[in-house]
C-alpha cells in the first residue's frame, strides 16, 4: 500500500503570511479491508498508476463526451465521487456564443457563455478532473464496456459513457454572423434573452413551423415581428397561415444582402430588391442539429426532434450509455442540462458501487 498526499499553499493576505494545506491524500490500496480501514481517505479509483499513466492506457469509470455545461457539471459530481474519469471536449460548446444571459441562477448581472464554462472547468479541475481537447468519432461495444474513438486516432476504454455532445444550430447565412451574436444583434434563445428584447422591432429568420411558434412566443415581448425567410418560400399548413394572420405576423420571403448597423444596433437590413427592413434584433429559428452521430451506431433511441431518449436516470436504451444537455429530449436551458448531468452523474456513480459490490 503506498499513500500519496498533495499540499496547496493558501496566500493569507492579512499578515503576509500564508500557511500549506492538505489538499488532497490518496492510498493505493489493492484489497478491500485498506479500504474499509480507511474509508476517508481511500481513493482506489485514483491509484499510483492512473496519477501518472495515460488515459488511453487505463479503463476508466466514465468518460465524458462533451465539455458544455452538461459535461462539466457531471465532471463536477464525479470527481466529488472520486471516480476515475475523462472529459473529451471538442471546444464546441453553443454555450460559448452567449454574450451575456441574465437567466442563470446566482449570476444577477448575468455571466458570459465563456465565463461560465472557464468557472465551470475551474471548479471541475479543483477536484481532479481531467479534460482534455479532442473530438470524439465513435463510442463502440467492448471489453466489458465502451471503447471511445477520437478524430485523431486515440482509444480509450471505459466502464460507462455519458454523452453531453450538444447541438450545432444552424445558422442563418448574414454577414458577419459572429460578430452580430457576440453584440446581442443576432439572438438563439427567447426563452433565455426575449425579457431583454421586450418592446424591440424583432425579426425572426427560419420558415415553416418552427419559425411560427418562435414568432408567437416572442409577441410576450413585442407586437412588432416580422418572419424573415431569407429566401425560402414560407411553407404552412392553412390553420398555421390563420394563426399568423390573426397574430398580425407579417412574411419577407427574400434574401438579406447586408445588415447596417449603427450605435451598437441594428438600423436596416437590405434585401435583394433593394427594401430596406428596420429591426432592432433578430432571432434565429432555423432549428438545430443534434450531435448524436458518435453513439448512433449503437442504437439508441432517437426521438421525433433527433435528440436521444432518455429514462428517469438519464440513461438511453443501452445499458451503461448515458447522455445529458440539449442532445437530450426536452428544454433546451443550462439549467436543465446542468440538472440532467447530476442526474446522470449520481446515477452513474451508484450502478458502479453496484457492480463492485460496494452498495
Same mark, same amino acid.
Given at each position: 500500500?503506498?499513500?500519496?498526499?498533495? *499540499?496547496?499553499?493558501?496566500?493569507?493576505?492579512?499578515?503576509?503570511?500564508?500557511?500549506?494545506?492538505?489538499?488532497?491524500?490518496?492510498? *493505493?490500496?489493492?484489497?478491500?479491508? @485498506?479500504?474499509?480501514?480507511?474509508?476517508? &481517505?481511500?481513493?482506489?479509483? *485514483?491509484?499510483?498508476?492512473?496519477?501518472? @499513466?495515460?488515459?488511453?492506457?487505463?479503463?476508466?469509470?466514465?468518460?465524458?463526451?462533451?465539455?458544455?455545461? #452538461?459535461? =462539466?457539471?457531471?465532471?463536477?459530481?464525479? @470527481?466529488?465521487?472520486?471516480?476515475?474519469?475523462?472529459?473529451?471536449?471538442?471546444?464546441?460548446?453553443?454555450?460559448? *456564443?452567449?454574450?451575456?444571459?441574465?437567466?442563470?441562477?446566482?449570476?444577477?448581472?448575468?455571466?458570459?457563455?465563456?465565463?461560465?464554462?472557464?468557472?465551470? +472547468?475551474?471548479?471541475? !479541475?479543483?477536484?481532479? #478532473?481531467?479534460?482534455?481537447?479532442?473530438?470524439?468519432?465513435?463510442?463502440?461495444?467492448?471489453?466489458?464496456?465502451?471503447?471511445?474513438?477520437?478524430?485523431?486516432?486515440?482509444?480509450?476504454?471505459?466502464? $460507462?459513457?455519458?454523452?453531453? $455532445?450538444?447541438?450545432?444550430?444552424?445558422?442563418? !447565412?448574414?454577414?458577419?454572423?459572429?460578430?452580430?451574436?457576440?453584440?446581442?444583434?443576432?439572438?438563439?434563445?427567447?426563452?433565455?434573452?426575449?425579457?431583454?428584447?421586450?418592446?424591440? +422591432?424583432?425579426?425572426?429568420?427560419?420558415?415553416?413551423?418552427?419559425?411560427?411558434?418562435?414568432? =408567437?412566443?416572442?409577441?410576450?415581448?413585442?407586437?412588432?415581428?416580422? &418572419?424573415?425567410?431569407?429566401?425560402?418560400?414560407?411553407?404552412?399548413?392553412?390553420?398555421?397561415?390563420?394563426?399568423?394572420?390573426?397574430?398580425?405576423?407579417?412574411?419577407?420571403?427574400?434574401?438579406?444582402?447586408?445588415?447596417?448597423?449603427?450605435? /451598437?444596433?441594428? %438600423? %436596416?437590413?437590405?434585401?435583394?430588391?433593394?427594401? +430596406?427592413?428596420?429591426?432592432?434584433?433578430?432571432?434565429?429559428?432555423?432549428?438545430?442539429?443534434?450531435?448524436?452521430?458518435? &453513439?448512433?451506431?449503437?442504437?439508441?433511441?432517437? /426521438?421525433?426532434?433527433?435528440? =436521444?431518449?432518455?429514462?428517469?436516470?438519464?440513461?438511453? /436504451?443501452?445499458?451503461?450509455?448515458?447522455?445529458?444537455?440539449?442532445?437530450?429530449?426536452? =428544454?433546451?436551458?443550462?439549467?436543465?442540462?446542468?440538472?440532467?448531468? %447530476?442526474?446522470? #452523474?449520481? @446515477?452513474?456513480?451508484?450502478?458502479?458501487? $453496484?457492480?463492485?459490490?460496494?452498495?
Amino acid at each position: 500500500m503506498a499513500v500519496q498526499c498533495v *499540499w496547496q499553499f493558501n496566500p493569507v493576505k492579512t499578515g503576509g503570511r500564508g500557511e500549506w494545506t492538505l489538499w488532497r491524500c490518496s492510498i *493505493w490500496a489493492r484489497n478491500r479491508r @485498506a479500504r474499509r480501514l480507511f474509508p476517508n &481517505v481511500v481513493n482506489d479509483r *485514483w491509484n499510483a498508476r492512473a496519477m501518472t @499513466a495515460a488515459p488511453e492506457e487505463q479503463r476508466l469509470d466514465t468518460l465524458i463526451v462533451g465539455g458544455g455545461p #452538461a459535461g =462539466l457539471t457531471a465532471a463536477i459530481y464525479l @470527481a466529488r465521487y472520486r471516480r476515475r474519469f475523462l472529459v473529451v471536449d471538442s471546444g464546441a460548446s453553443r454555450a460559448s *456564443w452567449i454574450p451575456l444571459s441574465h437567466n442563470h441562477a446566482g449570476f444577477p448581472d448575468g455571466v458570459t457563455g465563456d465565463e461560465l464554462l472557464a468557472r465551470m +472547468r475551474a471548479q471541475a !479541475e479543483r477536484y481532479g #478532473a481531467r479534460i482534455v481537447p479532442g473530438t470524439v468519432t465513435a463510442v463502440e461495444r467492448g471489453g466489458g464496456g465502451y471503447r471511445v474513438r477520437t478524430e485523431d486516432g486515440r482509444l480509450f476504454h471505459a466502464r $460507462t459513457v455519458l454523452a453531453a $455532445t450538444g447541438v450545432i444550430d444552424r445558422e442563418p !447565412e448574414l454577414p458577419n454572423l459572429y460578430q452580430a451574436v457576440q453584440r446581442g444583434l443576432v439572438r438563439h434563445c427567447p426563452i433565455c434573452d426575449g425579457f431583454e428584447v421586450t418592446g424591440h +422591432r424583432i425579426g425572426v429568420i427560419g420558415h415553416g413551423t418552427g419559425a411560427l411558434g418562435e414568432a =408567437l412566443f416572442l409577441r410576450t415581448y413585442s407586437r412588432d415581428i416580422t &418572419v424573415l425567410t431569407l429566401g425560402v418560400p414560407m411553407t404552412l399548413e392553412e390553420a398555421e397561415e390563420r394563426r399568423m394572420a390573426e397574430a398580425g405576423l407579417r412574411a419577407v420571403e427574400e434574401p438579406v444582402v447586408e445588415i447596417h448597423t449603427e450605435g /451598437g444596433r441594428i %438600423a %436596416a437590413l437590405t434585401t435583394a430588391s433593394g427594401e +430596406r427592413l428596420t429591426f432592432d434584433t433578430l432571432y434565429s429559428a432555423l432549428g438545430c442539429h443534434p450531435r448524436v452521430e458518435p &453513439v448512433k451506431g449503437l442504437g439508441v433511441r432517437i /426521438g421525433p426532434d433527433g435528440r =436521444l431518449v432518455t429514462d428517469m436516470h438519464q440513461q438511453t /436504451g443501452i445499458e451503461g450509455l448515458y447522455a445529458a444537455g440539449d442532445i437530450v429530449e426536452g =428544454l433546451n436551458q443550462i439549467s436543465v442540462a446542468m440538472g440532467q448531468a %447530476a442526474v446522470a #452523474a449520481t @446515477a452513474i456513480h451508484r450502478r458502479l458501487l $453496484t457492480e463492485d459490490g460496494e452498495l
